[in-house]
Structure formats: C-alpha cells, structure tokens
C-alpha cells in the first residue's frame, strides 16, 4: 500500500507565479490526484449575513492572493505540502436564495471529502458555513474542540427569523451536540454585543473568552498556553473569522470591528498550536469588494498556509 510522493505546487521554469490559473498555492486540483490528505475548498455562500455582503467572492479572491506561497515554512520548520497531498478541491456548487439548502449542499460536498480521509481547509463565505463544516468533520472525529477566532461571539440565536445565519452556527453546533462544551474557545472577542447576558448566554454554548485586550496585557505565549489547556487533547476544529484581525489588517469583511488584533500577533498565536489533533478549519468573512491592495486576501491566503502547516504537524494524522 502507500500513497505516492505528493504532487506539489506548479512548477513550470518559463510560467511565473502571477501568470496561468490560479489554484489555492498552485497546487493540483483534486481530479489530478487519487488520494487529498488535505483539501481547500473554496464555498462561494454569503446569504447569511447581517451587514456588509460579499463573501461569496471569498475564495477566488483568496485564490488569487495565494500564488507567492512558498514551500518552506521557516518559523514551524516545515514543508507543509511535501508530507501530506494538499490540493485545490474548487468550490461548492451553492446557490444564493436558500440558506438551509445551501447548508446541506455545504455538509454533503464536506463528507464526501471527510469519508474518504481528507481534512478540509474551507475558504468561505460568511460564517454560515462553519456549520455544515463542523457537522461533518463531527461524524468522523466525535465532538469538536472549536477553536475560534473572530472579533464576536457567533453564538447568538435567531436573526430577523433564521436560526442558520452568520452569527448562530457555534449555538446551533452547541445543542446539536457536535462540539465539546467543556474544551472550546474564543480568540480575539471585542464587539457586536447588545446586553451582557449574551457573554453569559455564550459561556453555555461551551465557549471560553480570551478578548482582543488580551494580547495587550499578556504575552502571545502565555495566550498560547491557555489555549491548548483549553483545547486538551481533543480533535480541533480552528475557525478562523478574517475580522478577528483589525481593520487595518484586514478591512474587507462583513462586520468589521475596530481595536483587533494585529497578523503578526494572530499568526504567533497560531504558530504556537503545533502537535493539536486539527481535523478540519476554515478561513471565513472575506469580503473582496472593501478590500485595499490586497491586504485582507493577502491575510487569508497566509492564514490557510498557516493551518495546513499545523495539519502537516497534527498528532494522529
Ligand atoms: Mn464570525
């Protein structure tokens, strides 16, 4: 048995990064390879939203952003599509008009990739997608240890009549029983609140809050320790809202807050997670038409390489 030597990004002497058709990092598409350890898939959905649309022009924004990653990650000391096969799975087919349909639309292309072994870096889309993302790395890997990062909290409840939208899925995972009540956490809180009984309201929903002022007051390593006491050894689920950065990092999302956190911090939180048991992520909120030069795709595309890094550093993969 064995699987054989991972194909790799694109590699041609005469084409430049910036030239040909973009795939997430160029790397093979799916059809090109007979076993993804790790799978991108781009979800074009952004009918769950509360403010600013546009998320569903996420991915191939995020694509396009991605073309000058590189093979070697110098701070985590690996090459993070040299042990596994990562690729480009392309996007969900999902329409705009009807949430739950799109919603099982989401979790049965997320399946079919989780039954056959592959772990899933999602590029969203509105937070929505977390949802069906979640429900189905749970039924390979039993409740998920969410790890959370997002300037709100995203365990609200029904919004002008829709209980699946862009703030409920943590909620809805909650009572659904797919996540771990005792071992989530939130990263980077700061906004979006209307009454305090909604941080209590949270706290029931299994979520524990390390806010934005955080990282003010404490060093990223001591963050980082708090986090995997959280986490424990359980399979990890990383969902990463884009605006959990600030603004100035990443100005193109739905519900931009200001005070949040820089990408050097966020990124050093991250990098201190090697040797989780990360069963699936997604970088969401990624609204191209607000963003300047690039920053915010920038910042996700970075983002996704830091995730499959940690895959590539996973304990039980
Ligand atoms: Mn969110």
Redesign the pocket.
């Known amino acids: 048995m064995g699987n054989p030597a991972p194909i790799g990004q694109r590699h041609e002497p005469e084409m430049p990064r910036y030239g040909g058709i973009a795939t997430y990092a160029l790397l093979p598409r799916i059809e090109e390879v007979t076993h993804a350890d790790v799978a991108v898939l781009g979800i074009p959905f952004d009918s769950g939203t509360s403010f600013r649309p546009g998320a569903r022009f996420g991915p191939a924004h995020i694509r396009e952003n991605s073309r000058q990653l590189h093979p070697y990650h110098q701070f985590l000391n690996v090459f993070p599509f040299d042990s596994q096969q990562v690729v480009d799975a392309g996007d969900v087919a999902v329409g705009p008009y009807d949430i739950p349909r799109a919603v099982a639309a989401i979790e049965a292309a997320a399946r079919r990739l989780v039954e056959q072994g592959t772990r899933i870096v999602a590029l969203g889309g509105?937070?929505t997608v977390?949802l069906p993302l979640m429900r189905a790395a749970a039924t390979a890997h039993g409740p998920l240890a969410v790890l959370?990062f997002?300037?709100?909290l995203?365990t609200w409840d029904t919004c002008h009549g829709a209980s699946v939208w862009?703030?409920s899925?943590f909620r809805r995972a909650a009572e659904e029983g797919i996540i771990d009540l005792n071992h989530c956490q939130h990263v980077g809180t700061r906004g979006g609140i209307y009454d305090p009984s909604e941080l209590a309201d949270d706290r029931e929903s299994g979520f524990e809050i390390i806010d934005s002022e955080a990282f003010q007051d404490q060093k990223v390593s001591d963050i980082v320790a708090q986090i995997r006491q959280r986490l424990g050894a359980r399979p990890v689920y990383i969902?990463v809202?884009i605006?959990v950065l600030d603004p100035a990092h990443a100005p193109a999302t739905g519900?931009p807050e200001v005070g949040g956190l820089a990408t050097r911090e966020f990124f050093r939180a991250l990098r201190g997670l090697s040797g989780l048991n990360i069963v699936g992520c997604d970088v969401?909120?990624v609204a191209p038409a607000y963003d300047h030069g690039d920053i915010t795709g920038l910042a996700a595309a970075h983002t996704a390489w830091e995730l499959i890094s940690l895959i590539a550093l996973s304990e039980n993969r």
């Open positions: 509105d937070h977390a959370h997002d300037a709100h995203d862009h703030g899925p969902s809202d605006d519900t969401v909120e």
